[in-house]
C-alpha cells in the first residue's frame, strides 16, 4: 500500500515522519510522493498556535474528501494536546499522539483487520525515557536532521509545548553514534541537531549538548555539525567553549529571544535578561569565527506597549542578527498568556512586524552584501529553476553557484555579488 505523509511544524516533527517513513518502509508499504496515488495518508501535526490546529483539521478534512477510500491517520502534538480536538474530528480513522508514532504499523494492521477506527492517545510522563527507533536517511535532502532531545521544562507563559511534548529527556551517547553511522553509511555529510529543548540536552546527568555534538564529530565521514534552535538560559561559559573545541561544528546559533524588553520577557516567564542575552552573543562572536546569530521575536504580547517595542527593536540592532523570524502574538487555548489582559489589537501587531521586519531587512542586506569578495565553503543543496546552484556556507549564508558544481559535495564558491537573500557566486 501507497503512504503519502503531510508534515507541519518543526524540525522535530520532519525527523519523526523519516522515523515514520522507515517504519512504514520495513513493514513492506511503498512512501509516495504522488498523494493522488496514496492508500494512507500520515498527517504529522504541529500545535503550536491555534492557527496549526486550523490547518491539521483542515489538512485531515481536504484529503479525506478528496479520497474518501484512503485511510487517514492523524498523528503529532495536536492530538497530544488536545485528545478531545482530535477525537472529534471523525474524517482521521486513526488518531495518535506523538508519544504513540511508534504504534503506527500496528494501529494499521488493527485497522484493517477489523475496519474501525483506532485511537492510542496516551499522555506524557514526569521522568519517561526518550524512546526512538532512530532514522538511517533523509529523503531528498543533503543534509540530516538527527531528534537528540525532546521536552521543555521552561513553562512560558504563551506556549503549550510542555503538554504537547512532556518534560526534558534526551538520547543516550551510543544511540547518537549508531544513528549519525547509519546515515554517514548513506552518503550524509552534514548533521542537524534537533530538540524540542536542544540546549537542555543532558539535564540532570553530567552530560551536555558539547558531548553529543564530540559524539558525532567521531564519525569521519561527517564534516558539518550545526545546531538547531537553542534556549539562552542553558548556554553556559563553559558550554560555549568546549562547544568552540569541534572544529566540525558551524559558526551558526540560532538562539531564541522573544523580546528585548526585560518587562516582557518576565511576563513571558523567560528565564533571563536583555543583558544576559546579548552577553551571550558577544561570547559566541568572539569563540566562534565569522559566527552568525539568528533568533526568532514575537510582538504584542499582551502589555507591550509602543515604548516596549521600540526597546526590543532597539535591541536588536544592537545585536545586529543576521537574520529574524518575526511574528505576531497569538493567542493559544491552554496557556498563561491566553488569560492576560491586556491584548494587543491585530493591526498594532500587524504594523509592529512591519516596522521590526523592515529593520532585520536592513540588517541582512549589510550582512550579504559584506561577504562580497569573499571565498567561502558551499555544501551544494539543489538546483534552482534558473540553472543555477543552491547551498549554504558553514554559517548558513545562503549562495547560489553559476558554475556547474555537483549536488552533496562542498566547493570553495568566490562572492561576487547579491540578489533578494542570496549571495551569488562562482
Known amino acids: 500500500m501507497n503512504v503519502f505523509f503531510h508534515t507541519l511544524g518543526c524540525k522535530v516533527n520532519q525527523y519523526e515522519t523519516q522515523e515514520m517513513r522507515e517504519q512504514l518502509k520495513q513493514n513492506g508499504y511503498i512512501i509516495t510522493e504522488d498523494e493522488n496515488n496514496a492508500d494512507i495518508f500520515v498527517i504529522n501535526s504541529c500545535t503550536v498556535t491555534s492557527e496549526s490546529d486550523r490547518k491539521t483539521r483542515q489538512c485531515v478534512r481536504h484529503y479525506k474528501k478528496k479520497h474518501p477510500e484512503s485511510t487517514v491517520v492523524l498523528t503529532g502534538c495536536m492530538p497530544q494536546s488536545f485528545p478531545e480536538m482530535a477525537e472529534e474530528l471523525t474524517e482521521a480513522d486513526i488518531v495518535l499522539g506523538n508519544k504513540n508514532n511508534k504504534l503506527l504499523v500496528s494501529s494499521l494492521n488493527e485497522y484493517f483487520s477489523a475496519p474501525c477506527r483506532v485511537l492510542h492517545l496516551e499522555q506524557h510522563q514526569s521522568g519517561e525515557s526518550l524512546v526512538s527507533s532512530g532514522i538511517s536517511d533523509f529523503e531528498e535532502r543533503t543534509r540530516a536532521t538527527l531528534k537528540i532531545e525532546d521536552g521543555c521544562d521552561r513553562f512560558c507563559s504563551y506556549c503549550i509545548i510542555p503538554k504537547a511534548r512532556g518534560r526534558v529527556r534526551w538520547k543516550s551517547i551510543e544511540d547518537i553514534k549508531q544513528e549519525v553511522s547509519a546515515l554517514a553509511q548513506n552518503g550524509f555529510r552534514e548533521i542537524v541537531l534537533v530538540g524540542i529543548n536542544l540546549s537542555a540536552y543532558g539535564k540532570g546527568s553530567e552530560l551536555n ?46 538562539i531564541s529571544l522573544q523580546s528585548g524588553c526585560d518587562k516582557i520577557l518576565k511576563k513571558m516567564n523567560r528565564h533571563y535578561t536583555s543583558n544576559e542575552y546579548f552577553n551571550l552573543c558577544e561570547k559566541l562572536r568572539k569563540e566562534f569565527k565569522d559566527c552568525t546569530l539568528t533568533t526568532d521575536i514575537m510582538v504584542g504580547f499582551p502589555h507591550e506597549n509602543d515604548e516596549d517595542f521600540e526597546i526590543t527593536k532597539v535591541f536588536a540592532q544592537k545585536v545586529g542578527f543576521e537574520k529574524i523570524h518575526i ?95 542570496f549571495c551569488i557566486g562562482r
Open 209 to 254: 549538548l558539547a558531548d553529543a555534538v564530540f559524539a558525532v564529530s567521531e564519525n569521519e565521514k561527517i564534516e558539518r555539525i550545526r545546531l538547531g534552535s537553542l534556549e539562552p538560559d542553558h548556554i553556559t561559559d563553559e558550554l560555549i567553549e568546549k562547544l568552540a573545541e569541534c572544529k566540525k561544528l558551524c559558526p551558526q546559533f540560532h
Open 327 to 421: 511574528f505576531p502574538y497569538s493567542r493559544r487555548s491552554g496557556t498563561v498568556a491566553d488569560r492576560m489582559d491586556g491584548q494587543i489589537q491585530k493591526n498594532v501587531k500587524a504594523q509592529r512586524v512591519h516596522e521590526l521586519s523592515t529593520v532585520a531587512e536592513r540588517i541582512r542586506n549589510d550582512f550579504l552584501n559584506a561577504q562580497i569578495g569573499k571565498t567561502l565553503s558551499v555544501l551544494i543543496e539543489t538546483r534552482q529553476n534558473d540553472g543555477m546552484y543552491l547551498g549554504y556556507t558553514p554559517n548558513y549564508t545562503p549562495v547560489k553557484v553559476n558554475s556547474e558544481v555537483k549536488i552533496g559535495e562542498i566547493a570553495n564558491v568566490e562572492i561576487y555579488s547579491t540578489e533578494d537573500d
